[in-house]
């Protein structure tokens, strides 16, 4: 082992944990860095020592795991390179990952970069010219290695200044999985996730949900939009209410608990007692609203909703008390279920 260190861009997946023993196998030290936000991999914050334990005893890597977010959201609002087949800036994003690991290196004493790109392997960032914007955009050539593809690219500093042997650096390049299969076999490594990924806004259907809450047209301005925010669009059944009220409705215990979890003071949390049911919050309730009046229309009307999907009970009455959390105050509100002709309209995602 040298004294040289890598920070390797690490999404998890083969190729990010191929290029990083790659080099390491070389004697150089390297330190894997996993970007999250809430698109991809968040849940990793609930348990980042458990994470970093798995990464290393599986694949032998040191991996070091970093929120993403608040520059993540900005990207969003309009990215430079445009949007892929879905919700995904992907070149945007890489830029992001990349000038970000740029702006850790020295602290990490770290003298280049690596990432686990293969040349060709994705139509829109892993194209030759796309490669080359990447770089030039998070301002990292010639300090960026791409070790399974190396050979098929320019020289860059760490193999001209013999940190590295170009020579037993890879090219591999194309869509084609076996090469990387095969090299996992000499590492020895068998369980590795498949290359799909888990990235949110590359998902036809939960992408669509984050361009919702982008659009002009959502309750929320798009500049104020929170990490919460997009926490609650991933999570049960969503409901747009007549006077502009944002509804989020848990469809089992999970999604319950974890609406609870997220709600904030100025969110107005549902709950039913006396039966199961959702959990439901109305986002910015609190303060969402011109006049008392009003707010009590949408607190009823989503009271109706919460009932509507709640147990229903064979014999007895239809309606129920539901428990209205606003501003920290409880009070109970009897609701009837909610007909489905009268709230089918404000269902967001079907
Ligand atoms: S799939 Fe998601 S995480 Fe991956 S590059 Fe694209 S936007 Fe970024």
Known sequence: MTDVK????????????????LVAAQGVKVQALKFVSPFFNYDILEDVQGYQE??????????????????YLKILHSPVHGFGKNFNPCVDCKILMLRTAKAMMTDLGCSFLITGEVLGQRPMSQRRDTLNII??????????????????????????????????????SGRGRSSQIALAKEFGITDFPSPAGGCIL????????????????FVIHSKDITTNDILFLLVGRQFMLPLGGWLILGRNEKDNEKIARLAGE???LFDMEERPGPTAVLRNGAILYDNQ?????????AAGLVVRYGKKVKAGPKGCRVEVVVAGKEKGVFAEPLNDDIFREWMLFL
């Open 6 to 21: 890598a920070l390797s861009l690490f999404s998890g997946g083969l190729d990010s944990i191929l290029a990083s023993r």
């Open 54 to 71: 798995t990464v290393k005893s599986k694949y032998g890597i040191d991996v070091m795991v970093h929120d993403i977010t608040t520059s």
């Open 135 to 172: 770089e030039r955009d998070s301002d990292n050539r010639s300090i960026l290695l791409r070790p399974l593809c190396a050979k098929l690219l320019k020289e860059t500093d760490a193999e001209k200044e013999g940190l590295i042997d170009r020579e037993k650096l890879l090219n591999f």
């Open 202 to 217: 590359a998902d036809p259907i939960l992408s669509k949900r984050v361009e919702v809450l982008f659009s002009d047209d």
């Open 266 to 268: 100025n969110d107005i």
């Open 293 to 301: 009046d009003d707010m009590e229309m949408e607190v009823a009307a």
